[in-house]
T-cell receptor
Framework: GNSVTQMEGPVTLSEEAFLTINCTYTATGYPSLFWYVQYPGEGLQLLLKATKADDKGSNKGFEATYRKETTSFHLEKGSVQVSDSAVYFCALSVSGGSYIPTFGRGTSLIVHP | DAGVIQSPRHEVTEMGQEVTLRCKPISGHNSLFWYRQTMMRGLELLIYFNNNVPIDDSGMPEDRFSAKMPNASFSTLKIQPSEPRDSAVYFC??????????????FGPGTRLTVT
C-alpha cells in the first residue's frame, strides 16, 4: 500500500532559522507528492507539489525536491518567519490508482521571534 | 471562486442529538472528501465521492455516521445520535479528478463540532 512518514513535531525554531521537515514515502505506483499547510483555525491548503522525479516544488520561500532514489520529499526554507507557524502535511497520490490521497500525520512548526 | 464552503463553522450539541454538516464543493470539481481531525488520531478520511457516488466509505466510524451527495454542488455528513467522542473538526475537500496524474485537494475551513 501507500504510506507517508513525517518527522514528529513540534519543531521549534527562532525566526530566520533554517527549516527542514523530513518526509519519506512508499507507493505502489508512481506518485505525485505534495506539501499542505494548515494555519491555526483553518483547513489545509496546498503549499507546493512535484509530479515526477527530480522536480522541485516551490512556493512562499519553501522548497521540496522529489527524490525517487531515496523516496523522499523533504520540505525546506532558508529563513523562517513567525507567520510560518503552522502544521505541515506531506501527502501523495498515485496516477492510475485510487483517487484517495495518502497524508502523513503532520508536523507542527513553532517559530519564535 | 469562493472555495469550498462548509456550514456551520461551529456546532455545539448535546449527546444524543442529530448533527448535520454541510459542504458546497468548488464548482466543476467532481470529487468530494469528508475528513475528521482530532489531536489523538490526526486527519482521518471518512468518505470519498466521485461524480456524486460514494466510492469508499471504509473510514466511516459506525452506523451513526451517514453521508450523502444529492448533486454535484452539495453534500451532507450526518451523525445520529451524536456522542462526545465525535467531537472533532470535520473538513470537506474537493478536487478535479482527471488524467493529469495528480490530485490536488481544496479544503474547506472546517466545522468544529463539540458534543457535550
Amino acid at each position: 500500500g501507500n504510506s507517508v512518514t513525517q518527522m514528529e513535531g513540534p519543531v521549534t525554531l527562532s525566526e530566520e532559522a533554517f527549516l527542514t521537515i523530513n518526509c519519506t514515502y512508499t507507493a505502489t505506483g508512481y506518485p505525485s507528492l505534495f506539501w499542505y499547510v494548515q494555519y491555526p483555525g483553518e483547513g489545509l491548503q496546498l503549499l507546493l507539489k512535484a509530479t515526477k522525479a527530480d522536480d522541485k516544488g516551490s512556493n512562499k520561500g519553501f522548497e521540496a525536491t522529489y527524490r525517487k532514489e531515496t523516496t523522499s520529499f523533504h520540505l525546506e526554507k532558508g529563513s523562517v518567519q513567525v507567520s510560518d507557524s503552522a502544521v505541515y502535511f506531506c501527502a501523495l497520490s498515485v496516477s492510475g490508482g485510487s483517487y484517495i490521497p495518502t497524508f502523513g500525520r503532520g508536523t507542527s512548526l513553532i517559530v519564535h521571534p | 471562486d469562493a472555495g469550498v464552503i462548509q456550514s456551520p463553522r461551529h456546532e455545539v450539541t448535546e449527546m444524543g442529538q442529530e448533527v448535520t454538516l454541510r459542504c458546497k464543493p468548488i464548482s466543476g470539481h467532481n470529487s468530494l472528501f469528508w475528513y475528521r481531525q482530532t489531536m489523538m488520531r490526526g486527519l482521518e478520511l471518512l468518505i470519498y465521492f466521485n461524480n456524486n457516488v460514494p466510492i469508499d466509505d471504509s473510514g466511516m466510524p459506525e452506523d451513526r455516521f451517514s453521508a450523502k451527495m444529492p448533486n454535484a454542488s452539495f453534500s451532507t455528513l450526518k451523525i445520529q445520535p451524536s456522542e462526545p467522542r465525535d467531537s472533532a473538526v470535520y473538513f470537506c475537500a474537493s478536487s478535479l479528478e482527471g488524467t493529469s496524474g495528480y490530485r490536488e485537494q481544496y479544503f474547506g475551513p472546517g466545522t468544529r463540532l463539540t458534543v457535550t
